[in-house]
């Protein structure tokens, strides 16, 4: 009698899960129809040649995690995590361009400056060619410093597509987001329906041996 208790409270329990798969789908069809749509109005508003994978980065770093966790019924539970700091890393690398091109202009014009007054001079010339050589390997270091960088931190992908992004593209990447995060959550009810399958085929083949 227990046994067909317990069968019938795993029954429930299977459908119950198959009703939270049909939700978190139903959730993941609206979800990415959403972000489709956003992304169709923000290449209605920039043009499609702005928002494509031409605009995608050479050198690229994930910004999604997805930790695996396994229980003592080897139920796996997938956590997809989003990167908080991503936005603080591509503003943070905004402003160092914005204040490597101020360099570079203030040292055109003090190149241009010094270049004016001694313009007659052939030997101040030819030391400001010398130093613009010596001057190169340390470019050619900051260069592989900067690509290091890009290596190591993750950027936001918006920036891909330029500063001022519309706000349908921030939105098609909100609900592209939220999408991620839905899948995992079926990923981890897949993984309860499964046990919850095994739990049912064990207890019908005990209840048929007695």
Not at 103 to 111: D, G, P, S, T, Y
Not at 163 to 184: N, Y
Request: charged content about 30%; overall charge neutral.
């Amino acid at each position: 009698m227990a046994s067909k208790q317990n069968l019938d409270f795993q029954y429930l329990n299977l459908l119950r899960i198959i009703q939270q798969i049909h939700e978190k789908k139903q959730q993941l069809q609206t979800c990415m129809e959403n972000g489709f749509f956003c992304m169709s109005k923000a290449r209605y508003v920039m043009g499609m040649k702005q928002v494509s994978k031409l605009n995608y980065a050479s050198v690229m770093s994930a910004n999604v995690t997805v930790n695996v966790e396994q229980n003592d019924d080897e139920v796996s539970k997938f956590e997809v995590q989003h990167n908080k700091n991503e936005r603080k890393v591509s503003e943070k690398q905004n402003k160092t361009k914005s204040g490597d091109q101020k360099e570079a202009i203030l040292r055109k014009r003090n190149v241009g400056n010094s270049s004016s007054e001694d313009k007659n001079i052939e030997t101040d010339d030819t030391d400001h060619v010398q130093s613009s050589i010596n001057e190169l390997p340390s470019a050619v270091s900051d260069i592989d410093i900067s690509e290091e960088d890009k290596i190591a931190t993750p950027t936001d992908p918006l920036n891909w597509f330029g500063v001022l992004v519309p706000q349908s593209l921030r939105q098609c990447q909100i609900e592209f987001r939220k999408a991620s995060i839905i899948i995992g959550d079926i990923s981890t009810l897949q993984s309860q329906l499964k046990l919850a399958k095994t739990k049912i085929k064990e207890l019908n083949s005990e209840i048929s041996i007695k």
